[in-house]
């Protein structure tokens, strides 16, 4: 279970989150996490989603955010937000391959979004630690179909990606996958 000021990172995207405010803090209300992008992280290192009940708030902290929301390509400045309402299909990335971002997320409401993020992290660090640069596909559908009411890939091809989805994490479950991941987190300087 995180709790506020939690920091976990995921070295396949090169992102670090820092828990603000976690689920408990405000009665499920909303989690807000502070997310640092390395100038590493770029478009590739993440998918097209949507959040099918929740308002995802982000205020760019520093540097620069390229955005992808419903097909519209955006970048977002310092001091400048963006609002993402329930269905809108994004994907958010730094823009510079010289300067960190660093952002200010809020979901509302919060429901499982912290258990998301430590599975994937979690996940991220072990297929790293095993010198893999990329998520266990099987693992993943497995963990895409748990938090299906948090976070659905969206973007191109969806109806085929949501049903080759689906078939991967039946499979993924019948081979032992579990949806959940402990991740151990990294010491709370910031």
């Known amino acids: ?38 100038p590493e992280s770029s478009r590739k290192n993440g998918f097209v989603h949507v959040h099918p009940s929740q308002t995802e708030i982000i205020t760019v902290s520093s540097g620069s955010m390229m955005a992808l929301v419903n097909g519209k390509k955006v970048r977002f400045d310092a001091g400048e937000m963006l609002v993402i309402k329930p269905g809108d299909a994004h994907q958010w990335w730094n823009a510079s391959t010289k300067q960190q971002l660093e952002i200010i997320t809020e979901v509302r409401p919060a429901m499982q979004t912290e258990q998301l993020y430590e599975a994937v992290c979690a996940l991220a660090n072990a297929r790293y630690e095993e010198h893999y ?58």
């Not at 995921?10 to 909303?30: C, I, M, Q, S, W």
């Open 1 to 38: 279970m995180l709790r506020t000021g939690d920091k976990i990172s995921n070295p396949l995207t090169k992102k670090t989150f820092v828990f603000l405010r976690t689920a408990k803090d405000t009665d499920g209300e909303y989690v807000r996490i502070k997310c640092i992008a390395d």
């Open 133 to 190: 640069d990329s998520l266990n596909l099987l693992q993943f559908a497995v963990m895409l179909d748990h938090y299906s009411e948090v976070y659905k890939s969206a973007g191109k091809l969806t109806l085929l990606k949501k049903g080759v989805f689906k078939v991967l994490a039946a499979l993924g479950r019948l081979k032992g996958y579990k949806p959940e991941w402990d991740y151990k987190l990294v010491p709370k300087s910031v």
